[in-house]
């Protein structure tokens, strides 16, 4: 139990397009989603965290006009990277977090490899 | 400010052996600290909480408030523990906030 799927898992396009990544949780309903960036032999930053129906909270330093998150339903989350650039290839990891009575984990997707050219 | 930091980027140990990953973690109030785990090709995975106080795999950790410690430790490894261990902490109980990692140990059992 407790499956979150990312898509796409890998994607390459070019500068200045716009990149949606959707992150979904297959077999619960996730109150709370958190959108992570992992550079290259560097550790998970947390992007932001993405509460279903409400605006997403952003980390310092994170530009929520580049980064546009929409969490409209209890199970799928959506990063959009706008006008994306060669500094946003990165991995980019979900993960969800069931909510209901109790400390919940997360659990997180297979991530997602952004290469911009 | 919160930080997770793990000194060790690469560990190796033979079959058999102790295994200790080391965490410390600096959090001005009363954190929740987790270790993920990552299997070559495979998906980030919770392996424990200290809140759980369980063990998994043969895996335990120990919150050590006066060390700010949380270290990782199985008394004899096995070839499939090899994998990345990602120590983490929550500032809120169950990791309601997003989670602060560690920069990750690469754990490798040599046969």
């Known amino acids: 139990g407790a499956v979150v799927s990312q898509h796409p898992s890998w994607v390459i396009c070019k500068s200045g397009t716009s990149v949606k990544i959707e992150c979904r949780s297959l077999?619960?309903?996730?109150?709370?989603m958190f959108w992570y960036r992992q550079f290259p032999k560097q550790s998970l930053m947390l992007m932001a965290t993405s509460n279903e129906g409400s605006k997403a909270t952003y980390e310092q330093g994170v530009e929520k006009d580049k980064f546009l998150i929409n969490h409209a339903s209890l199970t799928l989350s959506t990063l959009t990277v706008t006008s994306a650039h060669p500094e946003d290839s990165s991995f980019y990891i979900c993960?969800?977090?069931?909510?209901?009575?109790?400390?919940?984990?997360?659990?997180f997707g297979d991530g997602t490899r952004l290469s911009i050219l | 400010a919160q930080r997770v930091t793990q000194p060790e980027k690469l560990l190796s140990v033979f079959k058999g052996a102790p295994v200790e990953l080391k965490c410390n973690y600096s959090y001005s109030g009363s954190p929740e600290l987790f270790w993920y785990v990552q299997y070559s090709r495979q998906r980030l995975q919770l392996l424990l909480r200290h809140i759980s106080r369980e063990s998994i795999k043969g895996f335990t950790a120990d919150l050590n408030k006066g060390e700010t410690s949380f270290h990782l430790k199985k008394p004899f490894a096995q070839e499939e523990d090899s994998a990345m261990y990602y120590c983490?902490?929550?500032?809120?109980?169950?990791?309601?906030?997003?989670?602060?990692f560690g920069k990750g140990t690469h754990l490798i059992i040599q046969p």
């Open positions: 983490a902490l929550s500032g809120r109980g169950g990791g309601a906030d997003g989670l602060t």
């Open positions: 993960s969800a977090r069931a909510g209901g009575a109790g400390n919940q984990p997360q659990h």
């Open positions: 077999d619960f309903q996730a109150t709370t």
